[in-house]
């Protein structure tokens, strides 16, 4: 599967969000992770879909002003629980996928996950060049445990 999200552009789009390019022209401090949902797609080529996210913080979830830019949406995403890997280092799409596939063959047959999609989440900024932290998340699917036995 390639991921193919425009990555930079959604990054941007959203920081400009948080830098005040909304209808309050409120500044709202950069929060983390920086989360990516991977939607497979179908057919051979298996091009799908990314939405990328910032987390707003405690005192703008109530009322967060409302994006300027049409490709910037407010979600509210539900709680939710996760199968998390965690791996250090710069992270590319590659891997990424190559961090999915292994958390997918370690939980394989032990949790009922959502299989058509799964996050992705860094950590830090551009510039933390050592103790780098990425994870890839697959969602637990409603009634399922989570424990590891």
């Given at each position: 599967m390639k991921m193919k999200d425009g990555g930079s552009d959604h990054f941007w789009q959203l920081f400009n969000y948080i830098q005040g390019k909304n209808n309050k022209?409120?500044?709202i401090e950069m929060t983390v992770p920086v989360?990516?949902?991977v939607i497979a797609g179908g057919g051979p080529?298996?091009?799908g879909s990314i939405d990328m996210s910032f987390y707003v913080p405690p005192e703008f979830q109530d009322d967060p002003p409302t994006p300027n830019d049409a490709n910037v949406s407010i979600s509210r995403l539900p709680a939710q629980k996760v199968i998390a890997r965690t791996f250090p280092g710069f992270a590319k799409d590659?891997?990424?996928l190559e961090e999915a596939q292994t958390l997918a063959q370690l939980i394989d047959g032990k949790y009922n996950v959502h299989e058509e999609y799964f996050y992705t989440?860094?950590?830090d900024s551009p510039w933390?060049?050592?103790n780098?932290?990425?994870e890839v998340w697959f969602v637990v699917k409603e009634g399922q445990t989570t424990s590891i036995e």
């Open positions: 022209e409120q500044k989360l990516r949902k080529a298996c091009e590659d891997k990424y989440a860094g950590y933390k060049m050592f780098r932290r990425n």
